[in-house]
């Protein structure tokens, strides 16, 4: 019976297992879908659907740098156990050596990309979620190209819970942009300077300060000045190079950065799981509700 692109995309669905292995399984077995399913769960390759609905925010953060490009990545495991498994890390790396190759803008276009052994990125990651046994996804990465006047500086904390990549512009001291980074994973800020955050953020805030102030009973006629004292140090929590550097506290990331001869062009902070929802089971009410069953 000859096998058609409709039957390996319904055993796909049914299984999760990937395309190739779909195909084969119906080669194998003349087409004969129940068979098919069969093979795949024999073959271990049919339960990467089962765990579609599982929550995966654990993981690690990677950095892959070659030459003058840079891409940092996220991927997601349901445990920091398999996120140490040897499979994993072998997945890691080999997303990381495929998005600089490809460069896909989205990460739909890379789940949907052709990587070396001819399986798309998704059929990969579902292929070794069939073989490690928990649900694994890429959940996003950012792309860097740089000129060879400048510097990359990855920095993994934690063995990748925390990852940042900087750009460092007209410097090439590989070092100092890590150090940057370094401290970028250490204080968290969410801009690199003042005229990146909006004006309407900033009017926000000033209204926010300013009804403190109030409330604390100052006079109005130095609310104004105390406001302005207070947004500056609002600046110095949210924008890098008004922090004080990390490894010398007397002196600001911004000195620090023009120390080489450079600036800092853009960074990227993954923390693994940041933002997602994680499901918290009671074992004590799971262990109840199974006696109440029986």
Known sequence: MAVTAQMVKELREKTGAGMMDCKKALVQTDGDMEAALDFLREKGLSSASKKADRVAAEGTTSITVQGNDAVIFEVNAETDFVAKNEGFQTLVRELGDHLLSVKPATIEEANASTMSNGSTVADHISNAIAKIGEKITLRRFE????????????????????????????????????????????????????????????????????????????????????????????????????????????????????????????????????????????????????????
Not at 178 to 206: C, T
Not at 266 to 292: C, H, L, P, T
């Open 143 to 294: 792309l860097f190209t740089k000129s060879d006047d400048d510097a990359f500086g990855p920095y993994l904390h934690m063995g990748g819970r925390i990852g940042v990549l900087v750009q460092l512009e007209n410097s090439t001291d590989e070092q100092a942009a890590r150090d940057i980074a370094m401290h970028i994973a250490a204080l968290n800020p969410q801009y690199i300077s003042r005229d990146q955050v909006s004006a309407e953020e900033v009017e926000r805030e000033r209204k926010v300060l300013t009804e403190q102030a109030l409330n604390e009973g100052k006079p109005e006629k130095i609310v104004e000045k105390m406001v302005e004292g207070r947004l500056g140090k609002y600046f110095e929590d949210i924008c890098l190079l008004d922090q004080a550097f990390v490894k010398n506290s007397d002196q600001k990331v911004r000195d620090f950065a023009a120390s080489t001869g450079g600036s800092v062009k853009q960074f990227v902070r993954y923390e693994v799981g940041e933002g997602i929802e994680k499901r918290e089971d009671n074992f004590a009410d799971e262990v109840m509700s199974q006696v109440n069953k029986k």
